[in-house]
T-cell receptor, first 114, second 119 residues
Framework: GENVEQHPSTLSVQEGDSAVIKCTYS??????FPWYKQELGKRPQLIID?????GEKKDQRIAVTLNKTAKHFSLHITETQPEDSAVYFC?????????????FGKGTLLTVNP | GAVVSQHPSRVICKSGTSVKIECRSL??????MFWYRQFPKQSLMLMAT?????????EQGVEKDKFLINHASLTLSTLTVTSAHPEDSSFYIC???????????????FGPGTRLTVL
């Protein structure tokens, strides 16, 4: 089955700095890669996703890059703000069909210091 | 759009009792629903996948007789923890994958979770 590794497990940055979280996956059949943000005690919220036919996707301060050859994808947050503090999870899945299910990384606790 | 509700948000029960958790998609048809378990400071562990009108598919190591899943309609799935014990205490979260305009999306929308404490 799929295995998703996520690094780092914790990340502390100063407000205004950039944050980068990296994930690798093992199953070459995976072609859908979402990122979720989870605040303490709350539900995971989708913040951005990318599919394998695209190398990069950006939404305001958030961007995701995908290198399908190397089987890794990364989340980039620019101009970080204290409200960005949360746990971020990457995930991978084959898209569609009966094989679809998300395999999650172990999460990164991001702390943005004012 | 794409709201998933979950009920109850918290439940405390005695050891040996059964607890039912409901997961509803409020504004879309959920072709597939997923049940996860999350321990403190850990990731989401998929327990099972359920498609409307068919039996759930359980992940390896998850006891199907312990965690009963029913997906009777396109907007409702239930998870029943039978004969609960303290080690079943956890945060249970459902998610739903929906259908819009005749096609199913890859996006999973999560419920707010249920905190189960078994005494």
């Amino acid at each position: 089955g799929e295995n998703v590794e996520q690094h780092p497990s914790t990340l502390s940055v100063q407000e205004g700095d950039s944050a980068v979280i990296k994930c690798t996956y093992s199953d070459s059949a995976s072609n859908y890669f979402p990122w979720y943000k989870q605040e303490l005690g709350k539900r995971p919220q989708l913040i951005i996703d990318i599919r394998s036919n695209v190398g990069e996707k950006k939404d305001q301060r958030i961007a995701v890059t995908l290198n399908k050859t190397a089987k890794h994808f990364s989340l980039h947050i620019t101009e970080t703000q204290p409200e960005d503090s949360a746990v971020y999870f990457c995930a991978a899945s084959p898209s569609g069909g009966s094989n679809y299910k998300l395999t999650f990384g172990k999460g990164t606790l991001l702390t943005v210091n004012p | 759009g794409a709201v998933v509700s979950q009920h109850p948000s918290r439940v405390i029960c005695k050891s040996g009792t059964s607890v039912k958790i409901e997961c509803r998609s409020l504004d879309f048809q959920a072709t597939t629903m997923f049940w996860y378990r999350q321990f403190p400071k850990q990731s989401l562990m998929l327990m099972a996948t359920s498609n409307e009108g068919s039996k759930a598919t359980y992940e390896q190591g998850v006891e199907k007789d312990k965690f009963l899943i029913n997906h009777a309609s396109l907007t409702l799935s239930t998870l029943t923890v039978t004969s609960a014990h303290p080690e079943d205490s956890s945060f249970y979260i459902c998610s739903a994958r929906g259908r819009w305009g005749g096609s199913t999306t890859d996006t999973q929308y999560f419920g707010p979770g249920t905190r189960l404490t078994v005494l």
